[in-house]
């Protein structure tokens, strides 16, 4: 075979090798998919990242002079990234987190509480752990 055929097929088969991983690095970078900072200057996100699984989501939330909390959202599931949003209710103090139209979370800052509406109102303290979003 003639030199510059096989010089050529090595070419294109490392930048096939090349452009994949990058392509796979950036689907598995973690995501911001939703922000809101609260009127007392409390950060929260919605994050995800790709797993072999599916996408794992989590919630977190920084208030002033606090480590990060962080709360589950989903570990096999579809994309975040449209539609995903984080509202607040300043009268309740309640913090709720949407995929969409669907009410996926609510962080209830009194009672120091976080359910799951979408799964049958399962509760749990707040925050179940405590650390930083990988970002």
């Known amino acids: 075979m ?3 055929l096989i010089a050529w097929f090595v070419f294109l088969g490392l930048a096939v090798l090349v452009a994949t991983g990058l392509i796979l690095r950036e689907m598995n970078r973690p995501r911001i998919v939703a922000e809101r900072t609260l009127p007392d200057g409390t950060r ?3 994050t995800q990242v ?3 699984e599916g996408y794992q989501v989590g919630f977190y939330f920084l208030e002033p002079n606090a480590r990060w909390g962080w709360c589950y959202l989903d570990h096999e599931g579809s994309s975040w990234r449209n539609g995903s949003r984080i509202d607040y209710d300043p009268a ?3 913090v ?3 995929q969409g139209s669907v009410l ?3 962080w209830d800052r009194k009672k120091k509480e976080y359910s799951r509406p ?6 749990a303290s707040a925050p179940q752990a405590f650390y930083s979003p990988r970002l």
């Open 2 to 4: 003639n030199r510059k």
């Open 44 to 46: 929260t996100l919605v």
């Open 50 to 52: 790709l797993t072999m």
């Open 92 to 94: 309740a103090e309640v």
């Open 96 to 98: 709720d987190i949407w």
């Open 104 to 106: 996926r979370g609510r």
């Open 118 to 123: 979408d799964i049958g109102g399962w509760t």
